[in-house]
């Protein structure tokens, strides 16, 4: 069972350990500042890819999606309709939070790239939003600039997919140039190997089934258990992660079931049966029971 409160190991940025946080390779940036229990436990990724979600009705007829206009980028998941409406009967105090935020934006739209997108959680790991969205445009640049070839595809915020091959030409002091830290210079070589390798692929990655896949990407140095939920949630837009040792995730329980103090695991999954098998979904508007005043704990 994960520590309360702290990521696995292999999830955290080292910026916090005792070596490596005080020098300074020349012409780094300044070091991003790392979130803590203080700071906004709003995923990250809230901050940079979702646009403010559409309104969905509490009428189980009305369908999210149903628009002429909607386009293949925000075109919900096939189960989405069903989940809001499941969520809705099974959890009377999720009714308030649907209404307000809409459909979670991260379950509209295509899946990503896998490769891309473990790369950009690395990133993303223990730091706030804009600090990690910055690095994260800073290691694009790098890596466009490293490749001449673009292959074509888009992600949204950056309008480059990356791949292995150019980011195992980078050394780690010109990866760390761009903010990373040393660690996670070296976590991100680690997942451009193990793609490079053709061991796991896009297809195959699509194929394993949630146990499967978390046992395969946590073999990647630097790639640990929070980082494969939420490459599960925003990237494969699986339906039902918990992840049991996200902060944010914790604190939202805390204020949606009027709890005393922050839930260990077996709680979390004994409370979260009825929201089984969309417990990703309602994890997203813990997410934003967290960061908000939304509770309905008045």
């Not at 480059?160 to 210079?185: C, F, H, M, Y």
């Not at 995730?249 to 009027?258: A, D, S």
């Amino acid at each position: 069972m994960e520590r309360r409160g702290r990521k696995p190991k292999a999830d955290r940025d080292d910026a916090t350990a005792k070596t490596g946080n005080k020098r300074k390779t020349p012409g780094q940036p300044k070091a991003a500042a790392t979130r803590t229990s203080g700071d906004s436990p709003l995923h990250p990724y809230f901050s940079d890819i979702e646009a403010p979600p559409p309104k969905v009705s509490r009428d189980s007829q009305t369908q999210v999606g149903d628009s002429a206009s909607d386009s293949d980028t925000k075109r919900p998941v096939p189960f989405l309709n069903e989940a809001l409406v499941q969520l809705r009967q099974r959890d009377p105090a999720m009714g308030p939070l649907i209404d307000r935020h809409g459909p979670p934006a991260c379950f509209l739209g295509p899946s990503g790239d896998p490769f891309h997108a473990l790369c950009r959680t690395i990133v993303y790991q223990q730091l706030a939003g804009k600090a990690a969205a910055t690095i994260f445009g800073r290691f694009t640049d790098l890596y466009i600039k490293t490749t001449s070839e673009a292959d074509g595809k888009v992600d949204i915020g950056t309008g480059v997919t990356l791949t292995p091959e150019p980011l195992l030409s980078l050394s780690i002091e010109e990866l760390r140039s761009v903010g990373l830290s040393n660690q996670k210079a070296n976590y991100i070589q680690n997942v451009a190997r193990y793609f490079s390798t053709g061991q796991v692929t896009a297809s195959s990655i699509a194929e394993m089934n949630d146990e499967t896949l978390i046992k395969e990407l946590t073999s990647i140095k630097g790639v640990g258990l929070w980082t494969v939920q939420m490459f599960m949630m925003f990237t494969l837009k699986r339906a039902n992660v918990l992840p049991v040792g996200d902060l944010g995730v914790r604190k939202g329980f805390m204020k949606h079931f009027k709890l005393k103090a922050l839930p260990n695991a077996r709680e979390m999954e004994t409370l979260a049966g009825p929201w089984d098998p969309f417990r990703s979904l309602a994890c997203c508007y813990m997410w934003r029971v967290a960061d908000t005043q939304d509770t309905m704990m008045d």
